[in-house]
């Protein structure tokens, strides 16, 4: 017999499918940061204004303006959007991404392309552009993307954009514009040059010196992950080559007072609430507010209305 449509009201109706989740975002000018990082599920994160996104996750769409993406490790849920990155920007009108990966990923993510060709016989067209550790890459008008050595399971690096700037060197200060063009058509070095932390993503990571380096440190914003934060896994963070809401705590007190500090990579098993009261309870009132939880969006939604408020007045 042809059952009758349910009720709206029937109580034993089926849930609707979970939705996508939002995209967390925290807004440190000049730098939107955004994107997801739920640990063993998916890793990425965008800053628009730099043109790169760290890690690719599954690749939501609003990550695929971003030329450049920057893979730290090769662990599924930091990698596995790569195919769709390459194959989405030219359906989308855009010009072909070009991939940043540690030297040793190269040959795996090649094939895995060429792969993709077999599959669907069709051309895709990718870069793939290693990087080793200290080695730099011009990513937009004098911005430069820097692998720095992390520690994890597998080989890994983290990244740093840095700006190059230059300045008249002081000696010159001063002198007449004949004097100092006279001097550099002969040669001389007129300029000093220094290489300005923007961003600093570490991707997953385990706790060492590795990671109290000027660019980490320096940087105005450090992205980095927190994968446990109850006490009492300092252990597993350690097991895993992840860190703890203690190396936080630890690494806080050692960046600059102009660093905002973004957590990610957050476990599932940690409820937001719970993270929320453990930064609170951990980190120096005096710094809270510069240290961020990228997946909180209650708490960067407030904030953000509050930035946006601010600007207004
Ligand atoms: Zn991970
Ligand atoms: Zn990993």
Redesign the pocket.
Not at 72 to 75: A, C, E, L, N, P
């Given at each position: 017999m042809p059952q009758a449509p349910p009720d709206s009201q029937d109580a034993s109706l089926p849930a609707e499918p979970a939705r996508r989740p939002q995209l967390g975002f925290v807004y440190t000018p000049p730098f939107r940061v955004q994107g997801l990082s739920i640990?063993?599920e998916e890793?990425v994160v965008a800053v628009p204004e730099l043109d790169v996104c760290f890690d690719i996750g599954s690749c939501p769409k609003a990550v695929l303006p971003s030329p450049f993406v920057a893979l730290?490790?090769?662990?599924m849920?930091?990698v596995a959007g790569i195919a769709y990155y390459f194959s989405q920007r030219p359906f989308q009108g855009m010009s072909a991404g070009t991939v940043v990966c540690p030297p040793s990923l190269r040959d795996g993510l090649d094939g895995l392309m060429k792969a993709w060709q077999k599959i669907e016989r069709q051309k895709t067209p990718y870069t793939l552009t290693p990087l080793a550790d200290g080695e730099m890459l011009e990513i937009k008008n004098n911005h430069f993307l820097r692998p720095f050595r992390t520690v994890?399971?597998?080989p890994?690096s983290g990244y740093s954009v840095l700006e190059k700037r230059t300045k008249l060197k002081p000696k010159l200060v001063g002198m007449p514009q004949e004097e100092i063009v006279r001097r550099k058509n002969a040669g001389e070095a007129i300029v000093d040059t220094r290489f300005v932390p923007l961003v600093s993503y570490t991707?997953?990571t385990g706790w060492g010196d590795h990671l109290l380096i000027p660019e980490v440190l320096e940087c105005r914003v450090l992205i980095t992950e927190c994968t446990f934060m109850e006490r009492g896994h300092r252990r597993r963070a350690g097991v895993?080559?992840?860190l703890h809401l203690d190396h936080i705590v630890e690494l806080v007190e050692q960046v600059g007072d102009e660093t905002d500090v973004i957590l990610t990579?957050l476990s599932r098993r940690t409820h937001m609430n719970d993270a929320r009261k453990a930064l609170a309870g951990a980190i120096p009132a005096d710094k809270l507010d510069r240290v961020h939880l990228l997946m909180d969006s209650r708490t960067n939604r407030e904030r953000f209305a509050q930035q946006q408020a601010q600007a207004v007045a």
């Open positions: 640990a063993g890793s730290t490790h090769g662990h849920d930091h994890h399971t597998v890994s991707g997953d895993g080559k992840h990579h």
